[in-house]
């Protein structure tokens, strides 16, 4: 069996033994080696070539923005996990390790009490993405969707993506064990079939690892506020969410917040669910409302895509455009289905643009999508699918 080459960065000699040490546990990985700073990781990458690289933020001489950025410049597509801390600045440095190209990213553990548990989190954690992002071991050095490193109008801000798990705040690995990467879309797909018209007077979004980084593409076109509101579940931690919204707000024309629960919708804002908390729509005398709620995890997910998702269709009926992007795992699927049961409208990302084809091929090949798109058409497809809608209020979303 041919494993996956790892190669583990951080500065601190206790990270490289905890980490190397909760993955020599799994017989699919194998940790090639480690260093201590990105000026050394440079050279053992060349010298190596590992699969997938675990990359600390904060080292001496060569920090890990520095380092993702060299090896994005010298044509490395490998993935690059960043190894972040679950605080304001970790989020914020995160982020800006994911803008300059990593892949994804997982939190240090905290608090866990014991070295036995630290090694745990980090094998939950890590284990499933490192597997997820290297497929086929083997099969040459693993590349990234081709819309990586695409030019973009705004500054880069991507984000990083994780998902919310069991109560214990597990975001990674449990939306993997809820179910495995979908299959290739090489099989056969048959797409939802149509129903009579409907307007759009929602548009609901769920995505996972590599979400950020589609999210913020899919802001981009958004280039005039749309008619009507959006609101989405990113997998992630507390603190992240908050930063995420910012930064999208920063992307477009949509007002981009992280919800608070009670808000009005309104057009031309989108509403992120926070870390840790679900976030359901609920008609009320005052017209339909957000709503958070810590219930416990669907799909091994808190918040969850399937949660908001069929909130939505009991609030908005099938006037939705539903829009689920890269992920692990499969939340969304049942979502989805009660949505195209209500006759609304979903798409969802393509294969080849996705950093993991989980939660969009859970849709696809369950039959419940209307169109698979490439990332860099999804953001026009929506406004189309909206303003058509507009013009045309009997329906014409599709």
Known sequence: MTRIRVLVVDDSVVVRRLVADALAGEPQIDVIGTAANGHIALTKIEQLAPDLVTMDIEMPVMDGIETVRALRRRGDKMPIIMFSTLTERGASATFDALAAGATDYVTKPANQGSVAASLAKVAEDLVPLIKALVPHPGAGRPTLPRTFGAPRPAPATAAPGGAAGPARANYRTAEFRAAPAAASSSGAITLAPR?????VRLVIVGSSTGGPEALSRMFQAITSPLPVPMVLVQHMPPVFTRQLAARLDRLGATTVVESAGDEELLPGHAYIAPGDRHLELRQTARGARTFLSDGPPVNFCRPAVDILFRSAVTAF??????????????DGRTGCEAVVGAGGTVMVQDEASSVVWGMPGAVAMAGFAHRILPLDQVGAALVGSVLKSALDPTGGSR
């Not at 129903?195 to 307007?199: A, L």
């Not at 689920?324 to 499969?330: K, P, S």
């Open 195 to 199: 129903s009579e018209p409907r307007p």
């Open 317 to 330: 009926g099938g006037d939705l455009l539903a829009v689920v992007l890269t992920g692990m795992g499969a």
